[in-house]
């Protein structure tokens, strides 16, 4: 990649730039810098996210196009000329989706962009993010260098993120590209908002609307969850300030910042009764934590007996509990590393989760103004 | 403390038995047969001729003979019913598309447990009626029975009796479970030859008083709650599952047993099984029925500790813990 004189203006390309993250991190990135942001979106009909910079180009794009994006050819060139810095936030999300489907963003979208990367004569740093769950069904300790998914995965995001890390790191032999794997991010810790609901979300409203009746998994399991602006805050701060290509850091809570399963239903169950006191009369227990053959018995039965509606919530569950009955801990200490000297780490979950449960009640997991 | 305990239990059963395809193609169940076998129902128990009257009657007249009691030593009736039908005596034939129907405000006022006490000659016994709290009645009535028994000296010998059957044409499938018609009776006595009352519980959740309307809610609450119940009554007793020999279970699915022995722990072999199957759910007398088999079977020894769990509409969850 030939190098810009350092006078020259950068241009970062951020894919998935309007998501939950993404929004998030497009933000820091034109804030703190005197680089050009392009957010990549795929959907033009999006409303703009309230915390972009109004300098910040939106480009509508669809990875899963090809490595122009499904663009117009000279734009894709012009974009290719501009850039420096890539930021490959764009993924699928949703924890059950087809294989393929989950595939065709995950996979193949990456594909896209690192044949885009490929093109950037200018190109300095790329940061590709994936997910700590990348660890599929395995138990114990999952280390930053750990490669997942040798005893299988609990879902297709897992499997079609695992499957775009290979393809990234064989990628890393010509480009300059760190990894970012993420834990699952719940919101924000200041002011509890969710922007991007996730299955823990639908979870927790199950759980409030009395419809999850057990969860697989151990009473003293950790679950590992972040807040949305220490994964902005860590990854902005590894990608800008102390970029590593062929890095992977764990942006997760690790041991330390996490709480246990038994803990984190025990405060959601608080957290109802507080915020909405009149769930209190609705008598609903706290869901049972179950061997994952009983959860499994119990999604069966459901399932021969045709209830639409606990289908649809244990489906709903089910997608993220079944990792909860393989338990582990992600270690992240080349991130801790890091991270340190600037004082960004991972806040306890229990120091912010009330806020988080809170905002899902009060603003009915954001269907309320 | 006083120790009170069910001296004497049967129950009665109606004859007539007819299978889950039977029962199909009648257009007695909500869903597919299938389903419910897939779930451990075999057959139900239905009541063709008989009212909820004549099985309690029947039970009764059954248990004072096997334990050679005189009507005379029952100082205490307590008559229990799942349905508030039970609570009433049928005074006409129900018209299609009702379940009950009474010819004057006055039926109000014709109870079963009088005419029992009536009937049966239990002249020295008072009664009383307990239900509004669906098959969790019968073990509310056995709870009040040893209270009664420990606060009240002149008190010796309690009757319990529970009988309910289904209106006709009602479907035989509630919550994916199978109900059968049928009564049990039973003695509570101080000092009693078996089955010591160690330890009852019951919790009661209004919230979920409209169960029509709520049959996710309640399947959703049903188990956290039960392993919840289970427990607080283990811990009363002072014992631990470990402790308990058999569970008598109340007969619905054993599905939802299964997945309830998995929340508690509790090895499927500790599980009195054989009724769910060829008896069904008798709304609001399994966990008696399904003593009597276990003792009748041979497989119940002096002092083994014995877990009784049901549930009924309402919601209740109770349980007791006994000692044979």
Redesign the interface.
């Given at each position: 990649m030939a190098s810009r004189p350092a006078s020259e203006r950068r241009t970062i390309l951020v894919t998935g730039g309007t998501g939950t993250l993404g929004a998030e991190l497009v933000a820091r990135l034109a804030g703190g810098s005197h680089a050009s942001v392009v957010a990549l979106t795929r959907d033009a009909a999006r409303p703009r996210p309230g915390t972009l910079p109004p300098d910040v180009q939106m480009v509508t794009g669809d990875l899963r196009c090809g490595s122009a994006f499904g663009l117009d050819p000279s734009d894709a060139a012009t974009l290719r000329a501009r850039v420096t810095d890539i930021v490959h936030c764009a993924a699928d999300t949703t924890f059950n989706r087809p294989l393929a489907e989950a595939r065709a963003t995950n996979v193949a979208g990456t594909q896209g962009v690192l044949a885009f990367a490929k093109e950037c004569r200018h190109l300095q740093r790329m940061a590709c993010f994936s997910t700590v769950y990348v660890a599929g069904r395995t138990t114990g300790c999952f280390a930053e260098q750990d490669v997942g998914g040798a005893d299988g995965f609990v879902n297709s995001y897992e499997q079609s993120k695992a499957e775009m890390e290979a393809v990234v790191r064989d990628a890393m032999r010509e480009l300059p590209i760190a990894l970012y794997r993420l834990s699952t991010i719940i919101g924000d810790s200041r002011t509890g908002e969710v922007t991007g609901p996730n299955a823990i979300h639908h979870a927790l409203r199950l759980l409030y609307q009395g419809l999850a009746p057990m969860v697989p998994g151990r009473e003293t399991g950790l679950v590992d969850l972040i807040p949305v602006d220490f994964a902005a805050d860590a990854s902005h701060y590894l990608f800008a300030h102390e970029f590593s290509a062929g890095a992977t850091y764990h942006l997760c809570a690790g041991a330390s910042a996490s709480a246990t399963l038994g803990a984190l239903l025990d405060a959601t169950m608080t957290a109802f009764e507080r915020y909405r006191p009149a769930w209190r009369k609705r008598s609903i227990a706290r869901p049972a934590i179950v061997e994952l053959e009983t959860y499994e018995l119990f999604v069966r039965s459901v399932e021969e007996a045709g209830n639409q509606v606990l289908l649809q919530a244990t489906r709903a569950v089910q997608a993220f509990a079944y990792q909860l009955a393989y338990p582990k801990v992600f270690e992240n200490r080349h991130a801790g590393v890091v991270l340190a000297p600037a004082g960004i780490a991972a806040p306890n979950v229990l120091e912010y989760y009330d806020r988080v449960v809170r905002w899902c009640v009060e603003k009915n997991w954001g269907t309320a103004s | 403390m006083t120790r009170v305990g069910i001296d004497a239990l049967t129950y009665y059963l109606p004859a007539y038995a007819p299978t889950l395809a039977e029962l199909e193609a009648r257009g007695a169940l909500r869903?597919p047969a299938s389903?419910l076998a897939?779930?451990g129902f075999e057959r139900a128990r239905v009541a063709e001729s008989e009212s909820h009257v004549d099985m309690a009657m029947h039970t009764v007249r059954t248990l004072l003979a096997e334990t050679d009691t005189s009507p005379e030593e029952i100082d205490l009736v307590l008559y229990a019913g799942a349905l508030t039908s039970s609570s009433t005596m049928e005074c006409a034939p129900a018209p299609a598309g009702s379940v009950l129907q009474l010819r004057d405000f006055m039926d109000f006022f014709k109870y079963p447990v009088s005419q029992l006490q009536s009937e049966l000659d239990l002249v020295n016994a008072s009664v009383a009626g307990i239900d509004q709290q669906g098959c969790a009645a019968i073990f509310s009535s056995v709870r009040l029975a040893r209270a009664t028994l420990v606060a009240e000296p002149d008190v010796r010998t309690v009757l319990c009796v529970s009988a309910d059957r289904l209106p006709h044409g009602a479907s035989r499938e509630v919550v994916?479970n199978l109900v059968s018609d049928g009564a049990c009776a039973m003695l509570v006595r101080r000092e009693p030859k078996r089955n010591r009352i160690v330890a009852t519980h019951q919790v009661t959740?209004?919230?979920?008083w409209d169960s029509g309307s709520l049959e996710?809610?309640i399947?959703?609450?049903?188990?956290?709650?039960a392993?919840?119940v289970i427990g607080d009554t283990l811990r009363k007793a002072g014992v631990t599952l470990d402790d308990i020999r058999w569970v008598i279970p109340h007969n619905v699915s054993l599905?939802?047993w299964?997945?309830l022995l998995?929340?508690i722990g509790c090895p499927r072999e500790k599980l009195f099984s054989a009724n769910i199957g060829r008896v069904g759910h008798t709304i609001a007398a399994d966990n008696f029925i399904n003593l009597r088999d276990a003792t009748d079977a041979g497989l119940l020894r002096p002092g083994d500790l014995l877990l009784l769990f049901t549930f009924g509409y309402g919601l209740n969850w109770s349980c007791m813990v006994l000692e044979h």
């Amino acid at each position: 990649m030939a190098s810009r004189p350092a006078s020259e203006r950068r241009t970062i390309l951020v894919t998935g730039g309007t998501g939950t993250l993404g929004a998030e991190l497009v933000a820091r990135l034109a804030g703190g810098s005197h680089a050009s942001v392009v957010a990549l979106t795929r959907d033009a009909a999006r409303p703009r996210p309230g915390t972009l910079p109004p300098d910040v180009q939106m480009v509508t794009g669809d990875l899963r196009c090809g490595s122009a994006f499904g663009l117009d050819p000279s734009d894709a060139a012009t974009l290719r000329a501009r850039v420096t810095d890539i930021v490959h936030c764009a993924a699928d999300t949703t924890f059950n989706r087809p294989l393929a489907e989950a595939r065709a963003t995950n996979v193949a979208g990456t594909q896209g962009v690192l044949a885009f990367a490929k093109e950037c004569r200018h190109l300095q740093r790329m940061a590709c993010f994936s997910t700590v769950y990348v660890a599929g069904r395995t138990t114990g300790c999952f280390a930053e260098q750990d490669v997942g998914g040798a005893d299988g995965f609990v879902n297709s995001y897992e499997q079609s993120k695992a499957e775009m890390e290979a393809v990234v790191r064989d990628a890393m032999r010509e480009l300059p590209i760190a990894l970012y794997r993420l834990s699952t991010i719940i919101g924000d810790s200041r002011t509890g908002e969710v922007t991007g609901p996730n299955a823990i979300h639908h979870a927790l409203r199950l759980l409030y609307q009395g419809l999850a009746p057990m969860v697989p998994g151990r009473e003293t399991g950790l679950v590992d969850l972040i807040p949305v602006d220490f994964a902005a805050d860590a990854s902005h701060y590894l990608f800008a300030h102390e970029f590593s290509a062929g890095a992977t850091y764990h942006l997760c809570a690790g041991a330390s910042a996490s709480a246990t399963l038994g803990a984190l239903l025990d405060a959601t169950m608080t957290a109802f009764e507080r915020y909405r006191p009149a769930w209190r009369k609705r008598s609903i227990a706290r869901p049972a934590i179950v061997e994952l053959e009983t959860y499994e018995l119990f999604v069966r039965s459901v399932e021969e007996a045709g209830n639409q509606v606990l289908l649809q919530a244990t489906r709903a569950v089910q997608a993220f509990a079944y990792q909860l009955a393989y338990p582990k801990v992600f270690e992240n200490r080349h991130a801790g590393v890091v991270l340190a000297p600037a004082g960004i780490a991972a806040p306890n979950v229990l120091e912010y989760y009330d806020r988080v449960v809170r905002w899902c009640v009060e603003k009915n997991w954001g269907t309320a103004s | 403390m006083t120790r009170v305990g069910i001296d004497a239990l049967t129950y009665y059963l109606p004859a007539y038995a007819p299978t889950l395809a039977e029962l199909e193609a009648r257009g007695a169940l909500r869903g597919p047969a299938s389903t419910l076998a897939g779930f451990g129902f075999e057959r139900a128990r239905v009541a063709e001729s008989e009212s909820h009257v004549d099985m309690a009657m029947h039970t009764v007249r059954t248990l004072l003979a096997e334990t050679d009691t005189s009507p005379e030593e029952i100082d205490l009736v307590l008559y229990a019913g799942a349905l508030t039908s039970s609570s009433t005596m049928e005074c006409a034939p129900a018209p299609a598309g009702s379940v009950l129907q009474l010819r004057d405000f006055m039926d109000f006022f014709k109870y079963p447990v009088s005419q029992l006490q009536s009937e049966l000659d239990l002249v020295n016994a008072s009664v009383a009626g307990i239900d509004q709290q669906g098959c969790a009645a019968i073990f509310s009535s056995v709870r009040l029975a040893r209270a009664t028994l420990v606060a009240e000296p002149d008190v010796r010998t309690v009757l319990c009796v529970s009988a309910d059957r289904l209106p006709h044409g009602a479907s035989r499938e509630v919550v994916y479970n199978l109900v059968s018609d049928g009564a049990c009776a039973m003695l509570v006595r101080r000092e009693p030859k078996r089955n010591r009352i160690v330890a009852t519980h019951q919790v009661t959740k209004g919230a979920f008083w409209d169960s029509g309307s709520l049959e996710n809610e309640i399947i959703a609450a049903y188990f956290p709650t039960a392993r919840n119940v289970i427990g607080d009554t283990l811990r009363k007793a002072g014992v631990t599952l470990d402790d308990i020999r058999w569970v008598i279970p109340h007969n619905v699915s054993l599905r939802s047993w299964e997945i309830l022995l998995g929340l508690i722990g509790c090895p499927r072999e500790k599980l009195f099984s054989a009724n769910i199957g060829r008896v069904g759910h008798t709304i609001a007398a399994d966990n008696f029925i399904n003593l009597r088999d276990a003792t009748d079977a041979g497989l119940l020894r002096p002092g083994d500790l014995l877990l009784l769990f049901t549930f009924g509409y309402g919601l209740n969850w109770s349980c007791m813990v006994l000692e044979h």
